[in-house]
């Protein structure tokens, strides 16, 4: 094969790795682990298009150097393959999740191998697999079975606190547990039935059924998690959300706060990434008490770390979900509060947080008291309160937030100036007409910091609060009402959820009639026949959440055929956790906050040896579309070119790129692409039809999307893998530009080019290397080195065209230099690296050929290139050692071929070398 048939050869390797099975990982060696992971991606119907490889190539390119580095390197690909899309087509057409899912990975799975990555293609997962969802379903048991011991910081079976119950009763127990849970001693445990030991038992449990506020989305018919939600509207289909209180199971996520909080401080993750999850943790340090209500035994508790302020409370506010609301509302304000209610469930989180504006609420007729100063306070209802943050209720001190200010302005309700203690009490001088000024000889003269330990005590010591840590991360929702996902291993006895037998795993999904909910409302689930425990006992409607597959798939990779565990004890410490994690910062909150829970719990079980699942994350920019555009001269069917616009009323429309090229419109293509085009016409300049240019979001509603197959069939995939890592930092943002793939494929041709003489024919040298080809080589092998260990991709492939460059220039074809940087090109573009090492006369993969060692020995600068100048014109360049004499440097330069063409037989008057810098002959 003399010409550079990309088609050919990339099929060929491609062919070879799989019969071979050349990126199979051993699951025990004598070799150095490295485990590089991709986000495993959702099968959508689309597939891939230009934008999604991205992280895929750089994991690619590191995972091929640490072979060619001596590891045993696991690169695995799967699919999370239970979601929302899959069972949307179900309700649609009626056909299974699991035929649409299977449909779509195999077009995934194609359209990755046709892009050469060196995936273990035998460890393949989809959490939508039986034999894969069976472990998911093992780890939540494992959970519902611990509790949370605050004493040792871990997870701890929960057969150990019943000891302890039937021992000594709850009263010295330091567990992470519900707020509610009442005191009990031993006698008093023994003497409790059966179920209202575990309704107790629930109360502890790392994964419980409870009432919980849900972002509930009437039209897709399932609870979605925070991050799923995006201003008001599920981030799936743009329906409307609401709050709503439903029972849910959870995942006691708070009790791992601190130690998610900790952890961060040992990985190496964008720092944007960690502080998002500190915010997201949200720690603070303050007191929790309670105020009692008027002529009721009910009890508003409240959160602030700011005790302090407790002098300058002129009101108390319920978020509208909270539970006493309907509890203290009195007769005369029921309506105005029920409107109200009404009205605030139908505003997501992010628009009661982020409304700052906006002033609303309801009176609910009820008065609470200062505990401190026995002040009477009356309590409302308002929407920026929020009742999965906090206790749901919050002392409103106007005097120190504006909001609070806000409200009691809009309602008329004193704002109560505090005395600042650090300032001179003749201060209080200044009071104003709204209130007054409040000097407690509790806490005069201290800072706030000094006030709260003393505050704290007064609460104790009345039994109304106590000093706490509280954290803004709730705990998670961990089930939806939907058909396509994990079935909870769970079934109902008397209301009490019981688990399944280990041996009785997988449970799995039921057939149905139909992926909606039942007519009386309830899941999916609930169509199915006779699907009960036994034939007796209800099972669990819900399905698990979208992140339940993906909090641990990483470990199933180590082992993915193993029947006996999740994953083998001994395969586990030999590759511990991910050494480099690829993926995008969208799941800040999300999936990589919930992994980190799951890895802390099965590391307390003592089942994976490592804190953090990832060492290093990287999260790679969004590729993004360059999208062109027509213009249509209002009120008819003709387009006018991009530069004459302006002199016509027009409307700017998407076209396809697919159908544009260098921004110059296909006219023909155009009038196929859309009926309503068939007889457009067009006002050309120059003859073409130039189109608009946009850099956007890559979307089909834009008709931007590039379709990475139409490319690899065009120009091959080494060149899409090269060029979109020379588009820029793999961190950063950037547009898409098709138009410059053609740069790289001639560089590849450029690079084949030197393997081969001027009629086509394979010719490699065995001759010896010249220095500036050694120097060549050696300095493109150090800085494409040094670029993949700190994943500065771009940079290396310009540092490969600048080689190829130089050694075409030099009409290089020698072995010792063309072999190496093959070898260091690999990585890049395995394809023809493979087809070059094996005309080298190798037997065996490339994959792994030992990178070669850079010597800084030809790296060092001993010649020097002068420029040679006549009567101060430049006329010619000529290499000379370094320490070369200056009388033989001024007999090279006349005897020099270039120069004496311009001397023309005369003699020079003046020969002036400045050394390292320039030779000037004056004549």
């Known amino acids: 094969m003399s010409e550079y048939s990309f088609s050919q050869i990339e099929k060929k390797w491609q062919r070879y790795w799989e019969q071979n099975q050349t990126f199979k990982a051993k699951a025990l060696d004598s070799k150095p682990k490295y485990y590089s992971l991709d986000m495993f991606p959702y099968p ?18 590191v995972s091929r150097y640490k072979r060619s580095k001596g590891y045993n390197v696991l690169h695995p690909m799967g699919f999370d393959a239970f979601g929302l899309p899959a069972e949307q087509y179900a309700i649609q057409t009626g056909q299974h999740p699991a035929i649409t899912t299977e449909q779509n990975i195999k077009r995934y799975v194609e359209q990755l191998k046709n892009l050469g990555f060196s995936f273990d293609w035998e460890r393949e997962v989809r959490t939508s697999d039986p034999g894969y969802y069976k472990w998911t379903q093992w780890i939540f048991m494992q959970l519902f079975n611990s509790y949370y011991n605050t004493t040792t910081d871990k997870a701890e079976p929960i057969s150990r606190l019943i000891a302890t119950f039937e021992k000594e009763g709850n009263g010295a127990v330091k567990a992470a547990c519900d707020e509610d849970v009442p005191f009990f001693t031993a006698e008093e445990w023994q003497d409790m039935n059966e179920h209202r030991k575990a309704e107790i038992l629930l109360q502890y449990r790392l994964t419980y059924v409870a009432e919980a506020i849900v972002n509930w989305c009437p039209q897709l018919g399932t609870v979605l998690a925070n991050d799923e939600v995006k201003d008001g509207v599920s981030e799936r289909g743009g329906y409307p959300v609401e709050r709503k209180r439903m029972r849910q199971w959870m995942m006691r996520i708070t009790a791992y706060a601190d130690r998610l909080l900790q952890g961060l401080e040992e990985i190496d993750w964008p720092e944007p990434i960690k502080e998002m999850q500190r915010n997201w943790i949200g720690m603070s340090v303050g007191a929790e008490m309670e105020f009692a209500l008027e002529n009721s035994d009910a009890k508003i508790k409240v959160f602030t770390t700011r005790l302090d302020t407790i002098y300058g409370v002129s009101f108390l506010v319920l978020a509208p979900e909270h539970e006493l609301v309907n509890k203290i509302t009195t007769q005369e304000q029921a309506f105005e509060v029920e409107t109200y209610v009404a009205v605030a469930k139908n505003r997501s989180e992010r628009e009661r947080m982020a409304d700052v504006k906006t002033i609303s609420g309801a009176f609910t007729g009820a008065y609470a008291i200062n505990p401190f100063d026995g002040a009477r306070v009356p309590v409302f209802i308002a929407d920026y309160v ?14 120190g937030d504006q909001r609070d200010w806000n409200f009691a302005k809009h309602f008329d309700l004193p704002i109560i100036q505090i005395l600042d203690a650090q300032k001179d009490i003749e201060h209080q001088a200044d009071a104003t007409k709204e209130g007054r000024y409040i000097n407690s000889d509790l806490i005069n003269g201290m800072t706030y910091q000094e006030a709260l330990p003393v505050l704290v005590k007064f609460l104790e010591d009345k039994g109304i609060g106590k000093g706490k840590i509280n954290y803004r991360m709730r705990d998670a929702v961990f089930s939806r009402q939907r058909y396509w996902g ?16 280990e041996s009785e795993l997988p449970l799995e999904l039921p057939k149905i009639d139909a992926y909606l909910p039942t007519e009386t409302g309830e899941p999916p689930l609930g169509r199915a026949v006779d699907w009960k425990y036994q034939g007796e006992h209800p099972y669990e409607l819900s399905t698990m959440p979208g992140w339940a597959g993906s909090s641990w798939y990483w470990y199933r990779y180590m082992d993915p055929k193993n029947e006996q565990a999740f994953v083998d004890q001994e395969v586990v410490n030999y590759w511990r956790s991910v050494d480099l994690y690829i993926g995008g910062s969208e799941h800040a909150t999300g999936h990589l906050l919930y992994s980190r829970f799951w890895n802390k719990f099965l590391f307390d079980l003592g089942l994976v040896p490592e804190h953090e699942p990832f060492k290093k994350l990287i999260n790679q920019g969004m590729i993004q579309g360059r999208s062109n555009f027509v213009y249509r001269v209002k009120d008819s069917n003709t387009f006018v070119s991009h530069g004459l616009k302006d002199q016509y009323e027009t409307t700017a429309l998407h076209v396809d790129v697919n159908i544009v090229e260098n921004d110059v419109l296909d006219l023909e293509a155009f009038k196929k692409w859309r009926a309503e085009y068939a ?6 300049e120059n003859g073409k039809y130039v189109c608009g240019v946009e850099i956007e979001k890559m979307s089909k509603s834009k008709y931007n999307v590039v379709n990475p197959d139409d490319l690899v069939e065009r120009l091959g995939a080494d060149t899409l893998r090269m060029y979109e890592m020379f588009l820029g930092p793999l961190e950063q943002f950037k547009p898409w530009n098709t138009n410059g793939m053609d740069g790289v494929n001639k560089f590849l041709r450029r690079f084949w080019k030197l393997f081969h003489d001027n009629a086509g024919n394979f010719a490699v040298s065995e001759e ?16 494409v080195e040094e670029d993949i260990e700190r994943f500065s991709f771009n940079t290396s492939v310009s540092t490969f065209m600048i080689c190829v460059n130089e050694l075409t220039q030099l009409k290089t074809n020698k072995r010792t230099i063309l072999e190496p940087l093959t070898v260091v090109l690999a990585p890049y573009a395995p394809h023809i690296a493979e087809e070059l090492w094996e005309k080298l006369g190798h037997s065996d993969s490339i994959s792994y050929a030992s990178f070669p060692a850079w010597d800084e020995n030809y790296l060092v600068e001993n010649t020097f290139e002068y420029p040679v100048s006549i009567n101060g014109k430049m006329r010619a360049k000529i290499n000379f050692a370094l320490d070369t004499p200056k009388e033989e440097i001024e007999k090279a330069v006349v005897a020099d071929e270039q120069v004496a063409k311009f001397l023309e037989g005369k003699t020079p008057k003046k020969i002036i070398i400045v050394p390292n810098k320039i030779i000037n002959l004056v004549v």
């Not at 992280?55 to 390119?61: E, Q």
């Not at 291993?489 to 209301?495: A, C, I, L, M, R």
Request: aromatic share 8%.
């Open 679 to 684: 007889n457009a016409e067009f006002i050309l």
């Open 44 to 61: 959508s119907g689309a597939g891939l298009h230009v934008g999604h490889p991205l992280g895929y190539i750089a994991s690619d390119i």
């Open 768 to 783: 010896a290397p010249s220095p500036a080809e050694l120097k060549s080589l050696h300095k493109t092998i150090k800085k």
């Open 386 to 399: 929020l009742a999965g943050y906090g206790t749901g209720a919050v002392m409103a001190v106007p005097s």
């Open 486 to 501: 994990e079935p909870v291993p769970v079934y109902f006895k008397d209301g009490i959820p019981h688990l399944l037998q």
